[in-house]
Every structure is written in structure tokens, then in C-alpha cells.
């Protein structure tokens, strides 16, 4: 479990980068920030709720800028995300999109 007074937990720049099995909580801007390169996988995740995905504790989301062709979440039980929060787009310098998102 993550917790932190950061702004941020996972600053994803690289692309083709997938993030599965978090717990991440009580972050200032949210947990996964997606910016410029796309094709990430964000799966099987609490974000902004306690290890069991039971109670919010807040302060994490997905946030996507720029950043094209990423999945977030998806239809199987252990590929879905648990989010007490937000997911957030933004087309900011390029086009952004997000799809897949359960």
C-alpha cells in the first residue's frame, strides 16, 4: 500500500507500460497520471480505496493527457479496477482517448 502527501503516485511517461495489482490511496492529484506516449494497460487496481476496495479513503484517480490507445480496466473480474475517484481526459498537446474503461 502507497500512502503519500505527494501529488502524484505513478507518473506514466513511457508508454507500452502496463500497471496491475496496486493499492494506491490519500495522494493529493490522484494516482496514475497517463501523459504523451500511449498503449498502457491499467488493470487490477485499487485506486483511492483501502486494500480490500471496501471503504474510499479518496485522493486517487486515472488521469490521461495527451496520450492515445490506453486500456483502463476491462471486462473480466480480475482485469477491472476499483477507483474512488475520478478518471479524468484531457486532449492537452495531442489527442487523448482511453478505452476499455470499466
Do not use: H
Not at 503519500?4 to 496514475?32: E, K
Not at 487496481?45 to 488521469?63: I, W
Amino acid at each position: 500500500q502507497v500512502v503519500s502527501p505527494v501529488r502524484v503516485a505513478l507518473d506514466v511517461r513511457a508508454g507500452d507500460t502496463t500497471v496491475r495489482g496496486l493499492v494506491i490511496n490519500t495522494f493529493g492529484q490522484g494516482g496514475i497520471r497517463l501523459i504523451e506516449n500511449g498503449g498502457n494497460i491499467i488493470q487490477g487496481n485499487f485506486l483511492g480505496t483501502d486494500p480490500n476496495g471496501t471503504t474510499a479513503l479518496g485522493d486517487a484517480s486515472v488521469r490521461v493527457f495527451a496520450s492515445s490507445g490506453n486500456l483502463i480496466g476491462g471486462v473480466t473480474p480480475e482485469a477491472r479496477n476499483v477507483i474512488a475517484g475520478i478518471i479524468e481526459i484531457s486532449g492537452g498537446s495531442g489527442p487523448a482517448d482511453s478505452t476499455g474503461w470499466k
